[in-house]
DNA sequence: CGGGAAATTGACATTAATCAAACTTAGTGG
DNA sequence: CCACTAAGTTTGATTAATGTCAATTTCCCG
């Protein structure tokens, strides 16, 4: 697709970078460009299912996902696991694992994905050289703090239904976030273990919650994956406080 | 205590900050401490009980906690409300209404506190003059993201005598992780009724399990706050992971 | 000593978890 | 094209965990 053909799995040069042309992201300076030009190591490709990073771990590397879903994950001992958040285009994965040391938590493809790919040694090196970068990240570390207070409200004080509402809502919204179509679909194939698992609810109760959403003409869920059906009635449902900001930046 | 006796209200330099005294922070160098000096605007000190910061609110200021601790929540329109994390010497509050915009939670204080404060605009200069405390910043968001992680696990998987349990040993680690003696007890005044919107529990409830760790002899709870009778059994019943680095930065 | 906040308790209601099974769907190999 | 399988969904019955209600008691604090 790009002139350059010869080359085996060419990857795409910061300036044609596939997000920055959406407008849900802000545009980079010429100055910013050049520095992620030598900052970006190259771009991985991961199948579904595939896992991304693995609680413990100590990867050298960084990531910002350039298409496809992720969740992120934490287990405990005797396999009770918590979804704690879903990664999309433009979310960053490991930040935490680079600034921290050692990886809290896993990562997994929800679908295939390309991955931008940093050196995470080279971080320091971008506090450094662009503090706009720096602030970025740290923008989006700031966010995703903002998402998980939200997820910890849902999981802890919401009732089932509310909680299933709200994790539709959530979803869609970020993926129109992110510039994805979105009508009204939630393009991710989701199982409802992986539902579940965000909202500290068994698999059978969570079938049942979403039976009921499901009679009462709020959402449909089919092909492993949920349709909305009456986004406003969804909304009020969980209570959604619309909190999101317009241009972001990203990576 | 200071040498400068006539001013009123007289607050500490940088240089004699209490904080990075303590073994357990980082130190500084001379440039940072220069430029600490100057990005200090101020102190503030608040009583017991008093909200720090609004949801929904632009405040113009970024705090960092010298004394005292305080609790960070959301709140449904129906008064549910979720405490999120707690705020204790050497951490950040604020910083997500700096970068976002808004304030999308609330903070309070448990105790008399002590703030050093800062300009919120003046965060993207530190940015910019240095490094070294911009990725600090972004260590201290990154660190935050962590407890919310396992927050995360704790309110969505682990059962009430966990949840209780984990909470116990969180806010003790935490405590000895700033430095504070905790010497089986944690100091920190708080109402059932903390504990139970911390981990999403009714109050009634939080009482009775609370109740059970005492007949077993884990914990007790006395003078409005906990003591603990048996760590090593609260950390296993929690399933508890250490995981809190040795020296961390601040401010 | 009085009053209010916090803690505690018992009875009861409800939600959600667990267990066990059946069903549906998509993919696979014959 | 048809078993056959595996993963995911759905259902009903039952149990366990947690929430709600309504007092009552304890403990501070002025």
Redesign the pocket.
Known sequence: MDATNHRPRQQVSCDACPLRKRQEFRDFSEDELAFMRRFKRGELTIDKGAAILQEGAHTPHLYTVLSGWAFRYKMMRDGRRQIVNYAMPGDMIGLQGSLMGEMQHSVEALSPMTLCVFERAELFGLFTRSPELAYDVTWIASREECMLDENLLTVGRR???E?IAYLVVFLWSRSVACGLTGRNVVDIT?????V?DTL????????????KL?ERKLLT?????CRILDLERLRRLAQWDDAIPAKRPFL
Chains 1, 2 share one sequence.
């Open positions: 009732t089932a239904q909680k989701l199982t409802q273990q992986h579940a500290g609810l068994s698999l059978v109760h969570t079938n049942k919650m979403i039976r499901a869920w089919s092909d492993g994956g």
